[in-house]
């Protein structure tokens, strides 16, 4: 693993009360809160965005071990200074890493309170992110049916106005497994069209993958078991 450095408890807490001394605790975290939201909302749009190509593994390589960095800037970003536009994007970018190591419940919980903050003034790919996040998140019960449905039907409302064809395509894989898991499944499958229609052959395969995924967990909701087990083999 890459070599990473840390200072001794000892040293951060006098280099904590030189900075209080001077008064420039808030202008060093708001700098540290910034760098790491770049890092984190980057990464994703490596992996996310229109070209995007980020594999998973990659991703979480970078960003698993900066997330005690995540949680200091984006307990920063909620507290006595509050900025609710670093907070969203911070949260976003970071649910994913989050959810993937098993911490989806964390995740949520620092999310949730934030919905109401969601408003116009903030940038709609943050915005996008956030709400697709929150509604992965909130599958599995995790989440009550009307606010899980009203998380996905934003995300994928900002993602049409985006026009972005690679975040569209994730915001229709959200909606649709949204949709399946609440039982509709009818209203996910019709869905699948218009996913499939903006994929491109130059696309990284995981992104087939999703759909089809989302396609077997459909089928398997219908009980079409055999349907089901061919789209998963088709992911080979």
């Known amino acids: 693993d890459p070599v990473r450095y840390r200072l001794l408890e000892t040293t951060r807490t006098y280099a904590l009360e030189r900075l209080a001394e001077h008064n420039e605790v808030v202008r060093c975290s708001q700098r540290h809160a910034h760098a790491v939201r770049d890092l984190f909302v980057h990464t994703d749009e490596e992996r996310f965005g229109e070209g995007g190509t980020l594999a998973l593994d990659s991703l979480m390589q970078r960003l698993g071990p900066e997330l005690d960095n995540w949680r200091a800037a984006f307990?920063?970003?909620?507290?006595?200074?509050?900025?609710?536009?670093?907070?969203?994007?911070?949260?976003g970018a970071g649910a994913l890493v989050l959810d993937h190591i098993?911490?989806?419940?964390?995740?949520?919980?620092?999310?949730l309170p934030l919905r109401?903050?969601?408003?116009?003034?903030?940038a709609a790919p943050q915005a996008a992110a956030f709400w697709l996040r929150l509604a992965t998140l909130g599958t599995s019960?995790?989440?009550?049916?009307?606010?899980?449905?009203?998380?996905?039907?934003?995300?994928?409302?900002?993602?049409?106005t985006l026009g972005s064809r690679r975040l569209l395509h994730t915001g229709l894989c959200t909606a649709?497994?949204?949709?399946n898991m609440v039982g509709e499944s009818a209203a996910a499958e019709a869905m699948l069209q218009e996913i499939a229609d903006l994929e491109r052959s130059g696309d990284p395969a995981w992104l087939r993958c999703t759909r089809l995924n989302l396609q077997a967990a459909i089928c398997h909701h219908q009980s079409r078991f055999e349907e089901s087990a061919c789209l998963l083999e088709q992911q080979q």
């Open 75 to 91: 307990d920063w970003a909620v507290g006595a200074g509050a900025q609710p536009a670093l907070a969203i994007a911070l949260a």
């Open 176 to 179: 649709a497994w949204s949709l």
């Open 102 to 111: 098993g911490l989806a419940q964390e995740a949520l919980d620092r999310m």
């Open 116 to 122: 109401s903050l969601v408003k116009d003034d903030i």
């Open 141 to 160: 019960g995790r989440l009550p049916r009307d606010a899980l449905l009203d998380a996905q039907a934003r995300g994928l409302r900002l993602c049409r």
